[in-house]
């Protein structure tokens, strides 16, 4: 008797890595996490990217503002240089005009007068004339300057104090009536203006030495003039300083030319180099 074989049928074999639902579920959830923090980044980015564009076309209006700022400023610059230098141009004129006003004048230092004599003007006048002018005028007729030494009244139209020191002789201020007049005597003082005696030999006669002048004889000078010759004459490389005509001279150490200033606006730099 034969043996019928019976074939046994199995169940197909069982995959253990395949995923669950849950772990799709699970898996999706991370995925979908991960995407929007890309996505949040993202948007960050974009953000940034935007705040950069913006901040690129401020700094380029900014720069472009600066530059007209910078141009603005230029030109004002420029105004403010033109308008300084027709002010000095100005302030030069008036002074000038001034100055050659003030030709007509002198300053004198050293004659001592009462309280009487300076409110008298004729006194006042005969005694800067005789103290002080005469011997000069003197001096210019025997250099056949002048024909005759001319009277007080006909050389000074007025003379008067001017606030001085205490306790020290008032400087006065004098107003010839002629400037060919006031020209010889300062071009004639340095030989007959009245002088102090200098020590050991008097000032005598026959002596090569000079002593101070006894009444020093200044132009009437302006006080922007004034100060402009106080500074170069106080200079360390100036050796004299003076004035012609209202004119500042000077010269300087280890030098014998004489230069004239210019303009009493120039630096005093400028004027010395």
């Given at each position: 008797?034969?043996?019928?074989?019976?074939?046994?049928?199995?169940?197909?074999?069982?995959?253990?890595?395949?995923?669950?639902?849950?772990?799709?579920?699970?898996?999706?959830?991370?995925?979908?996490?991960?995407?929007?923090?890309?996505?949040?980044?993202?948007?960050?980015?974009?953000?940034?990217?935007?705040?950069?564009?913006?901040?690129?076309?401020?700094?380029?209006?900014?720069?472009?503002?600066?530059?007209?700022?910078?141009?603005?400023?230029?030109?004002?610059?420029?105004?403010?240089?033109?308008?300084?230098?027709?002010?000095?141009?100005m302030?030069?004129k008036?002074?000038?005009?001034?100055?050659?006003?003030?030709?007509?004048?002198?300053?004198?230092?050293?004659?001592?007068?009462?309280?009487?004599?300076?409110?008298?003007?004729?006194?006042?006048?005969?005694?800067?004339?005789?103290?002080?002018?005469?011997?000069?005028?003197?001096?210019?007729?025997?250099?056949?300057?002048?024909?005759?030494?001319?009277?007080?009244?006909?050389?000074?139209?007025?003379?008067?104090?001017?606030?001085?020191?205490?306790?020290?002789?008032r400087?006065?201020?004098?107003?010839?009536?002629s400037?060919?007049?006031?020209?010889?005597?300062?071009?004639?003082?340095?030989?007959?203006?009245?002088?102090?005696?200098?020590?050991?030999?008097?000032?005598?006669?026959?002596?090569?030495?000079?002593?101070?002048?006894?009444y020093?004889?200044?132009?009437?000078?302006?006080?922007?003039?004034?100060?402009?010759?106080?500074?170069?004459?106080?200079?360390?490389?100036?050796?004299?300083?003076?004035?012609?005509?209202g004119?500042?001279?000077?010269?300087?150490?280890?030098?014998?030319?004489?230069?004239?200033?210019?303009?009493?606006?120039?630096?005093?730099?400028?004027?010395?180099?």
């Amino acid at each position: 008797m034969s043996r019928n074989k019976t074939k046994t049928v199995t169940d197909p074999p069982i995959n253990c890595d395949e995923p669950s639902l849950a772990d799709v579920v699970r898996l999706l959830k991370s995925h979908g996490e991960q995407l929007s923090a890309i996505t949040l980044q993202v948007n960050k980015v974009d953000k940034i990217e935007a705040e950069v564009h913006d901040l690129k076309i401020l700094i380029g209006s900014l720069r472009d503002e600066n530059k007209d700022l910078r141009a603005q400023v230029k030109e004002k610059d420029k105004v403010i240089c033109d308008m300084s230098q027709t002010i000095n141009n100005m302030e030069e004129k008036i002074n000038n005009i001034e100055q050659h006003h003030r030709g007509w004048g002198a300053r004198i230092l050293n004659v001592k007068v009462t309280d009487a004599e300076a409110a008298d003007p004729v006194a006042m006048i005969d005694k800067v004339y005789t103290l002080a002018l005469r011997p000069i005028l003197e001096g210019a007729v025997l250099a056949g300057r002048l024909t005759s030494v001319p009277p007080a009244s006909q050389v000074l139209e007025i003379a008067h104090v001017l606030p001085g020191k205490p306790g020290l002789p008032r400087p006065i201020i004098m107003r010839f009536f002629s400037r060919n007049i006031r020209s010889l005597c300062f071009q004639f003082k340095r030989d007959h203006a009245p002088r102090d005696p200098v020590g050991g030999d008097g000032g005598q006669e026959g002596s090569s030495r000079k002593g101070r002048f006894t009444y020093p004889l200044y132009d009437d000078l302006t006080k922007a003039t004034l100060m402009k010759m106080r500074s170069i004459n106080q200079d360390e490389r100036v050796h004299a300083c003076w004035t012609v005509n209202g004119r500042i001279h000077f010269r300087l150490k280890n030098s014998d030319a004489v230069r004239k200033v210019v303009s009493i606006q120039d630096s005093l730099d400028d004027i010395l180099k």
